[in-house]
């Protein structure tokens, strides 16, 4: 992931201002470690800080078209640029870099190019000619943007929060899949799929146009010319990412380049369900395996820097983002620049346990597209910050355009939870080949364990506790009177909320967090299906009482049975690597 600022219209030229935005620009450079650069046009500043994945020699950015005339700063990924190249055949391009056809296709289909790019993407283009501009996200927000103004009228752009919000009368986030236009003055949204309606679908389930959708688009996502691994927990999705990278990496020019030997990476306490799965997942494979361990205490020392990083106070994108912020400084310290992540699959598909009380299929339906709309507040915030924060980059093949069309085409009724079908059965089934097995059986059918759950138990139960030493009572008494907007219910999201304002006082800044009550990370109107949610509002899977193998209901009955709270100071070493041959790493 690159970092991208821009200041579009705005009426100060001068050195200092240029001076100003570097200085902002420079907030970003955890983004792009690897080159910065900045492009003035009068009162337009367009800055970049580069992760070079794609051409590292030549990709540097600012981007131009052949006359100069069009500038572009762009932070992602466009998967199918070879094939873009080969429809602007009068076109000269500067560099080998992927986004370097966004100029050309603008110069060839005006701003009607978006849709055309298959990747993940926020940009801004400057037509010099007449000083207007455009600024496009892609799809569902895998990468992160943010949109402010000025108060001489200008607009801002930015890939954090933190590159803009001391400097704007007012900012919020920019909306997926949209485009603003200078020319039209507004939004307007280029990304209009079918199931965005929320009508719907009637279309059979077949397993195998499934399994060859999720298949080219881990395929396309090996595009790389630097070093990368997969994350893998040891659930469903990542071990699917894990095993469908592992068969085609062989013939790939990043295997031609670094090996084919394939690195996989996971990150839990001592003893955590997904160290144990991963590494039977990993074995099966045949990955080259790092596993990192840490302390609770190393989450808790870490909570600043990762609100600091993630710009949220969402409780269950904390928990979530502090063991992967861990593993990504680890991973980068390998050397490895990319991972491929299994984000997105439990939105598509129902897989979180709450949906075990959908009702009917239509409610399952509406739930999964509401979760899909709202990713780039939840997930996709998590896993492009957490893995940005140390110039990492996270790729994500479940919110593949070409797949979430195929999935969400498919009658809800075979996503039911229901005797015989699991959450997330039919892509289960879909990688249910007995002749050649992608994932043993019971990894394949092992229930679905959140993140933040997975690491250890003890994660959740220790922030918990950590938050009741430095949250009183009093404080919560009065939270509806200091934190007006999303008052928090909880001590530790309060603890969260002050942090979180410490870094972003303005109110622009908290309003770019979603609230709302939630059950297992439902949407608030899921909360509805099942009448004793209400009373147990948490986002961790094991608050869906009844369902997780794990759940509160019997942690409350082991502790009145005088079990023993997680300490949350231990002496443990801290953050140690083992499993992988290799330099040891421990601090």
């Known amino acids: 992931m690159c970092g991208i600022l821009a200041v579009l219209g705005c009426s100060d030229d001068s050195q200092a201002k240029r001076v100003r935005v570097l200085e902002l620009s420079r907030r970003l450079k955890h983004r792009g470690p690897d080159w910065s650069g900045l492009y003035q046009h009068g009162g337009f500043y367009l800055a970049h800080q580069r992760?070079?994945?794609?051409?590292?020699?030549?990709?540097?950015?600012?981007?131009?078209?052949?006359?100069?005339?069009?500038?572009?700063?762009?932070?992602?990924?466009?998967?199918?640029?070879?094939?873009?190249?080969?429809?602007?055949?009068?076109?000269?391009?500067?560099?080998?870099?992927?986004?370097?056809?966004?100029?050309?296709?603008?110069?060839?289909?005006?701003?009607?190019?978006?849709?055309?790019?298959?990747?993940?993407?926020s940009f801004v283009l400057l037509d010099t000619r007449d000083n207007s501009f455009i600024v496009a996200r892609d799809a569902i927000g895998i990468t992160s943007l943010y949109m402010g103004w000025g108060l001489d009228g200008s607009v801002w752009i930015s890939s954090e929060l933190k590159g803009l919000n001391d400097d704007c009368e007012h900012f919020e986030c920019f909306p997926p899949g949209h485009l603003y236009s200078s020319k039209s003055g507004g939004l307007r949204r280029w990304y209009n799929p079918l199931w965005f309606s929320e009508a719907i679908p009637s279309t059979p389930y077949d397993p195998l146009a499934l399994r060859r959708a999720f298949e080219k688009a881990v395929i396309k996502r090996l595009m790389t010319d630097v070093p990368f691994g997969v994350l893998l927990s040891g659930g469903l999705d990542s071990s699917l990412v894990a095993s469908v990278t592992a068969r085609h990496v062989a013939g790939t020019q990043a295997a031609r380049q670094w090996g084919a030997h394939l690195h996989s990476f996971c990150v839990g306490l001592e003893n955590s369900p997904d160290l144990k799965a991963a590494r039977e997942v990993a074995d099966y494979l045949g990955t080259i395996h790092h596993e990192f361990h840490f302390t609770v205490q190393d989450g808790i020392d870490a909570i600043e820097d990762v609100i600091y990083h993630i710009e949220t106070y969402d409780v269950t994108t904390i928990r979530a983002s502090t063991p992967m912020f861990l593993l990504a400084r680890k991973i980068k310290a390998l050397g490895v620049k990319m991972v491929i992540s299994g984000e997105g699959s439990d939105e598509i598909f129902g897989g979180y346990l709450y949906f075990h009380k959908a009702p009917n299929k239509e409610e399952l339906h509406s739930e999964t597209c509401r979760k899909i709309k709202a990713l780039h507040?939840?997930?996709?915030?998590?896993?492009?910050?957490?893995?940005?924060?140390?110039?990492?980059?996270?790729?994500?093949?479940?919110?593949?355009?070409?797949?979430?069309?195929?999935?969400?085409?498919?009658?809800?009724?075979?996503?039911?939870?229901?005797?015989?079908?699991?959450?997330?059965?039919?892509?289960?089934?879909?990688?249910?080949?007995?002749?050649?097995?992608?994932?043993?059986?019971?990894?394949?059918?092992?229930?679905?364990?959140?993140?933040?759950?997975?690491?250890?138990?003890?994660?959740?139960?220790?922030?918990?506790?950590?938050?009741?030493?430095?949250?009183?009572?009093?404080?919560?008494?009065?939270?509806?009177?200091?934190f007006p907007h999303n008052t928090p219910t909880t001590k530790e999201a309060c603890y969260y909320r002050m942090i979180f304002e410490r870094f972003f006082p303005q109110n622009s800044a908290r309003l770019t967090v979603p609230g709302g009550a939630s059950v297992a990370c439902s949407t608030a109107k899921a909360v509805e299906w099942d009448a004793s949610w209400s009373n147990n509002l948490d986002p961790s899977g094991r608050a869906a009482l009844g369902v997780h193998l794990s759940a509160y209901e019997q942690q409350a009955a082991l502790a009145s049975a005088g079990a023993a709270p997680p300490e949350i100071i231990d002496n443990l070493p801290r953050m140690m690597k083992v499993g992988a041959p290799g330099v040891a790493i421990q601090s």
């Open 51 to 121: 992760l070079a994945i794609i051409d590292p020699a030549s990709g540097d950015q600012p981007l131009f078209n052949e006359d100069q005339a069009i500038v572009v700063t762009v932070n992602g990924e466009i998967y199918n640029h070879e094939e873009l190249r080969k429809l602007l055949p009068n076109h000269k391009f500067r560099t080998g870099s992927d986004c370097d056809v966004i100029s050309h296709l603008y110069e060839e289909y005006g701003e009607n190019f978006v849709d055309m790019l298959d990747g993940m993407f």
């Open 377 to 482: 507040q939840y997930d996709c915030l998590r896993a492009n910050k957490a893995t940005s924060a140390w110039g990492l980059e996270a790729r994500v093949p479940f919110l593949d355009k070409d797949f979430i069309n195929v999935a969400m085409a498919i009658d809800p009724e075979w996503k039911m939870i229901k005797p015989g079908h699991i959450e997330k059965w039919v892509l289960r089934k879909a990688f249910d080949d007995e002749e050649h097995p992608y994932l043993p059986k019971h990894i394949l059918y092992r229930q679905k364990e959140q993140f933040s759950d997975g690491v250890g138990y003890s994660w959740i139960d220790g922030l918990k506790a950590h938050a009741e030493l430095h949250v009183n009572d009093k404080m919560m008494q009065n939270a509806g009177h200091i």
